[in-house]
Antibody
Framework: EVQLVQSGAEVKKPGESLKMSCKGS????????IGWVRQMPGKGLEWMGV????????RYSPSFQGQVTISADKSISTAYLQWSSLKASDSAIYYC????????????WGQGTLVTVSS | DIQMTQSPSSLSASVGDRVTITCQAS??????LNWYQQKPGKAPNLLIY???NLETGVPSRFSGSGSGTDFTFTISSLQPEDIATYFC?????????FGGGTKVEIK
């Protein structure tokens, strides 16, 4: 069974750093792109970027380029999303999702990680 | 960057009604469009891919059509369990932009 399990909820202060994780299982992790999607409270879905764990090829949405860093460790089937300095506006739910091999859709999703940034 | 305009942003319909949601791309995207359903507190779930293909296991009352810049998502007979927010998503090799979403409620 394909699963993406994300790390737990985080409460941070502005200016702090954060690295969240997404662990894949039940499939060949290094051969599927993994994407990250932001959902701010009561709002829609925003694509942030994707990474190919096999060679760490990474593509960012222009809206998030330079704001976050996406990485992956294929040896432990885990993708990461990180910030060096959080802002209150980074408060949101973040989802990781697997990109289908044959078509460009996200076929499996993680459960989401809630990030709250508040002083 | 291709923008996706989805409408309406919300709608209210009765059980059994036909519901239609549209998604317009800012330029020709061929059939590179997917539709997702998101229920409250849950991750999104794929319903339709490549504009008109029903994902395995998805009820046949859901359908999609269109190509180029104009796309339509239809629920042929709204059921109580269809209460959710629906998102279109364009894809290409460098972006996976979502539409703004349509919240569907029961009247």
């Amino acid at each position: 069974e394909v699963q993406l399990v994300q790390s737990g909820a985080e409460v941070k202060k502005p200016g702090e750093s954060l690295k969240m994780s997404c662990k894949g299982s039940g499939y060949g992790f290094r051969s599927h792109w993994i994407g990250w999607v932001r959902q701010m409270p009561g709002k829609g879905l925003e694509w942030m970027g994707v990474i190919y764990p096999g060679d760490s090829d990474t593509r960012y949405s222009p809206s998030f380029q330079g704001q976050v860093t996406i990485s992956a460790d294929k040896s432990i089937s885990t993708a990461y999303l990180q910030w060096s300095s959080l802002k209150a506006s980074d408060s949101a739910i973040y989802y990781c999702a697997r990109l289908s091999h044959s078509h460009y859709y996200f076929d499996y999703w993680g459960q989401g990680t809630l990030v709250t940034v508040s002083s | 960057d291709i923008q996706m305009t989805q409408s309406p942003s919300s709608l209210s319909a009765s059980v059994g009604d036909r519901v239609t949601i549209t998604c317009q791309a800012s330029q020709d995207i061929s059939n590179y469009l997917n539709w997702y359903q998101q229920k409250p507190g849950k991750a999104p779930n794929l319903l339709i891919y490549d504009a008109s293909n029903l994902e395995t296991g998805v009820p046949s009352r859901f359908s999609g059509s269109g190509s180029g810049t104009d796309f339509t998502f239809t629920i042929s007979s709204l059921q109580p369990e269809d209460i959710a927010t629906y998102f279109c998503q364009h894809y290409d090799t460098v972006s996976f932009n979502f539409g703004g979403g349509t919240k569907v409620e029961i009247k």
